[in-house]
């Protein structure tokens, strides 16, 4: 088994870290704040914490006004009603508006697999892709998490930034001392036959398809995309230069989404043969996580098998 951190209590960390240091910094949740692992912060911050209780338009809202005022909050809620359910506030208030609000958007994609359709956020990244001034962040593991949440206070950046967590423990795939760098995509191993092209949860996943596919002799190439927007246009191209052919991989409708984004890129700078591996565009049902991976094709095993008839393409 794989080393497992919780994702959702690096960043509860890590904000609470930020918020001591610098007093500017204002926390509001929509009354999730055990959840969240922020329920001691709303002794230590006072003033500067916010429970809005199950009102999200109101906590995107809320959060607005404070940056009016010069603050820098932090909004806290489920990804599916953050999106969604304040998708008005979010674009009028915060991206129209180019207001500074992170959204930590807990349990994106499938993640609350129990929860059923309603609490899945498989739309998020298209909905805000689509959004000007929208910058869209997505860690692959807790380590990452931990230093793209440190990376929402000092990225020069006006308008809102949208951080993709998961609630569950995930496997470790960084070294304690990964640095992230806003907008610059990693390659994680090296390939020359195919790319990769992962996001969020599904890059440990893209490691363990590539080392199926070595062992049957083919030579992938892992990128994790941690920034899905504004989204490394250099790293994508690159691959497609220099492998011929890419499968993306992401925790999201297929429609829209990140593997889209880097569709866009490869049609306009360097047109190659791609498969996407996401949720097909259905409504997910209910059950448990990781038995909803395999039911909606999200494994190694599909990342896999998308690649072999990706390199059945790429030789015609």
């Known amino acids: 088994m ?6 959702i209590k690096a960043y509860a960390d890590t904000v609470c870290d930020l918020a001591t240091r610098h007093e500017e910094i204002v926390l509001a949740v929509a009354d999730l704040a055990k959840a969240y692992f922020l329920h001691s912060a709303a002794e230590t911050l006072g003033n500067r914490f916010y429970n809005t209780g199950v009102a999200e338009q109101n906590l995107i809202g809320l959060c607005a006004g404070l940056a009016c005022c010069g603050k820098r909050p932090y909004a806290h809620t489920y990804a599916p009603f953050a999106t969604m359910r304040a998708c008005e506030q979010v674009r ?7 207001q500074r609000v992170v959204i930590a958007g807990m349990s994106a994609g499938i993640d609350m697999g129990t929860g059923g359709s309603t609490h899945h956020a498989t739309e998020d990244i298209g909905i805000l892709r689509a959004m000007p001034n929208m910058v869209i962040l997505s860690p692959a593991d807790a380590r990452e998490c931990a ?9 020069d950046h006006q308008g809102p930034i949208y951080i993709r967590l998961g609630r569950f423990p995930t496997p470790v ?43 049957e002799g083919v030579s992938a190439r892992v990128i994790n995309i941690h920034t899905i927007k504004p989204i490394d246009r250099e ?8 492998t011929g052919a890419i499968v ?17 890129v490869v049609v306009q700078e360097h047109p190659v043969p791609m498969e996407l591996i996401g949720v097909p565009d259905v409504w997910c049902s209910v059950g448990p996580t990781q038995a909803m991976f395999e039911v909606f094709g999200l494994t190694e095993k599909h990342i896999a098998d998308a690649a072999r008839k990706l390199l059945k393409r790429k030789k015609c």
């Open 2 to 7: 794989p080393e497992m951190e919780s994702e």
């Open 92 to 98: 009028n208030d915060l991206a129209y508006a180019r």
């Open 147 to 155: 230093e793209i949440t440190r990376a929402s206070y000092r990225i």
């Open 173 to 215: 795939i960084f070294r304690p001392d990964y640095r992230y760098e806003f907008g610059k995509g990693v390659v994680l191993a090296e390939g020359t036959d195919l790319s990769i092209v992962a996001t969020g949860h599904m890059v440990w996943r893209a490691l363990q398809a590539a080392t199926i596919l070595g062992g």
């Open 235 to 242: 790293i994508i191209a690159r691959a497609a230069a220099e």
């Open 248 to 264: 993306t991989a992401e925790e999201h409708n297929r429609i829209g989404g990140f593997g889209a984004a880097v569709a866009e």
